[in-house]
């Protein structure tokens, strides 16, 4: 039988559906609805499927996401739902498919691209690699301080879309990794238009929203987002308190914490939690376009320079080709004859771009002075990719 390899028809909207509700039984197939109707960046283009003559028997969605670095943004295409009805499985469609996914992407203008697994070996044959993310397994004390602080902590409510989404954008304007979010967005990837999204409180002060806290509790505590006005930064300790003591009043002794490693967070966890363990996660990214992503990254990179007068030269060497990069104490160019040269995985170099990997990890042999200047060009952030933003 003719098998074909195409984007997805909006006719045939439901037809994939059946395809993700058999291969993932374990996942409601109204999970999936949201890729086609809650995401304002979908594109027909962007669902891949398989068809053994008119059916379809296989799929894989691309969600376009824009993340910060900086002042400047990436385009990340996520990788998601690389589903194949059980009976036709074998057969080599969804590798086939994800190659179809790197061509759109391409083709499209995505810079890099990024993807969940639990199978790495399948991936990593199509270019992608894993790169370690941390995040915090913890105690809750059993002494927690009462509150205090002089804020309303309360439940999230219907009218509070657009000051939550003004305060995610305030809180996350220079964190990298993180996305850049709509009103459009939130309501639909949240199913917000079903229902006000649970487990989310926030913190008012004399009327006004200035924070918020994304905390599930099950069997523990899960604080996988938090947020606030900057002249605000106190009531993250109000919101994390709130949420902890309610896990405590339901017997929950565990927590697990999805945050950046940035003071205002960390120190209010040491208040909250003790016997910390850093647990890594591997989610696995690929450069999809290096040429352009390195173009958009050089006013941020200038930024950087020019806020210490930094000089120097850099030639880094990936897989898909080389960057160089030449420092003047204010601004940064493309130079293809700088020296010295660094080869690097794609999992290193995006490690730095978005500061999860400081120059000092970098394997050897590295100059120290190029190390040095490396962490003036990608210097260590509290970069987090916020659970919310999950595909």
């Given amino acids: 039988m003719e098998v074909t390899f195409r984007a997805v028809r909006p006719d045939e909207f439901e037809a994939c559906l059946d395809v993700w509700d058999a291969a993932f039984d374990e996942t409601p197939r109204e999970y999936f609805r949201k890729y086609f109707v809650g995401d304002p960046w979908f594109h027909p283009e962007y669902t891949r499927c398989a068809f053994e003559g008119r059916r379809v028997v296989a799929a894989v969605q691309i969600v376009r996401r824009e993340v910060r670095v900086g002042q400047v943004t990436l385009t990340l295409g996520g990788i998601a739902n690389v589903g194949t009805v059980p009976a036709y ?26 993807l969940f697994t639990g199978i790495y070996g399948f991936y990593a044959r199509l270019g992608w690699e894993s790169m370690p993310v941390h995040t915090i397994a913890a105690e809750i004390r059993p002494e927690l301080p009462s509150p205090e602080g002089g804020y309303r902590i309360r439940p999230l409510a219907d009218a509070d879309l657009e000051a939550l989404c003004a305060c995610y ?3 996350n304007a220079g964190r990298s990794f993180t996305v850049v979010r709509s009103p459009a967005y939130v309501r639909g990837w949240t199913g917000w238009d079903e229902r006000t999204p649970g487990d989310v409180y926030v913190a008012e002060a004399a009327g006004k929203l200035v924070g918020y806290i994304v905390a599930p509790v099950g069997d523990r505590l899960s604080i996988t987002e938090v947020g606030w006005l900057p002249a605000y930064s106190e009531c993250a300790f109000a919101l994390m308190l709130h949420v902890t003591r309610l896990a405590a009043e339901r017997a929950v002794t565990h927590a697990h914490l999805h945050i950046p490693r940035e003071p205002v967070l960390l120190n209010v966890a040491r208040h909250l939690y003790h016997h910390f363990v850093w647990h890594e996660h591997l989610p696995m990214l690929r450069v999809i376009r290096l040429q352009p992503l390195v173009n958009k990254l050089l006013p941020e990179l200038a930024r950087r320079v020019q806020m210490v007068g930094a000089k120097g030269t850099v030639r880094i060497r990936l897989p898909q080709g080389t960057m160089g990069l030449k420092a003047t104490g204010d601004n940064v160019t493309r130079d293809a004859g700088a020296l010295p040269e660094v080869a690097l995985t794609q999992a290193q170099f995006l490690g730095l771009v978005f500061g999860l990997v400081g120059a000092e990890e970098l394997p050897d042999p590295i100059p120290a002075q190029t190390r040095a200047f490396l962490n003036v060009l990608f210097p260590r952030q509290p970069a987090v990719y916020w659970a919310l933003d999950g595909f």
Avoid: H, N
């Avoid at 498919?97 to 391409?106: G, S």
């Fill in 89 to 114: 499985r074998s057969k080599g469609y969804s590798t086939q498919l994800l190659r179809d996914a790197i061509t759109v992407m391409e083709s499209e203008g995505f810079d890099f691209s990024m």
């Fill in 169 to 171: 954008e305030q809180c």
